[in-house]
């Protein structure tokens, strides 16, 4: 559990010192609005990765969610209707694709770090360039409740794997028996 919450962390960090020059060699020659598109389609996808490496999915899984999101951030004039589909879009590969074991305590997660993300971002993402890195930061801040929320993501061995005390005695002993060299 410690794992997702320090990548998430430090991800979050990485991504908010990355956005403001990143967003500045975009906004040269693409412009503002798809400039920020491109840098939470990139943000995104990173995190996504994450995601898959966390509950070992294959990257194919992802893919198009990801191309689906593509497609919105390059279709011009989008900007509300991309956020709308972009956390969608990450919703569906983290509680959808990645982590689809507990649907019930998944939905109720969602809802929570999304509605609560989208606030924190929606007050702060308006004002200006410095306060958009902080945007981002508590956005996906507020991501790391998920796995507070949805505990376990770590696949579990099933019932029919783990023994019990005595067949594992019974194991070593056999073990024991077979290296004895009196034999």
């Not at 997702?4 to 060699?25: D, G, H």
Request: hydrophobic share 55%.
């Amino acid at each position: 559990m410690k794992k997702p919450i320090r990548t998430t962390l430090f991800f979050v960090l990485l991504s908010a010192l990355c956005f403001i020059p990143f967003s500045q060699v975009l906004t040269s020659s693409l412009g503002w609005l798809l400039a920020n598109k491109l840098f939470l389609l990139l943000n995104i996808f990173l995190y996504s990765v994450l995601l898959c490496r966390w509950s070992r999915t294959s990257l194919a899984a992802i893919m198009f969610p990801l191309l689906l999101l593509s497609g919105v951030a390059l279709w011009p004039h989008t900007n509300t209707g991309f956020i709308l589909v972009a956390l969608a879009v990450f919703s569906w590969i983290r509680s959808g694709v990645c982590f689809k074991s507990v649907p019930i305590r998944a939905m109720i997660a969602e809802i929570t770090t999304i509605v609560a993300g989208v606030g924190f971002m929606l007050f702060w993402w308006p004002n200006s360039t410095l306060a958009q890195p902080l945007a981002i930061w508590l956005f996906f801040l507020i991501q790391t409740l998920y796995f507070y929320i949805v505990p376990g993501i770590t696949k579990q061995c099933p019932d029919s794997v783990t023994k019990d005390s005595f067949e594992k005695t019974c194991r070593e002993m056999e073990r024991l028996l077979d290296n004895n060299p009196a034999r």
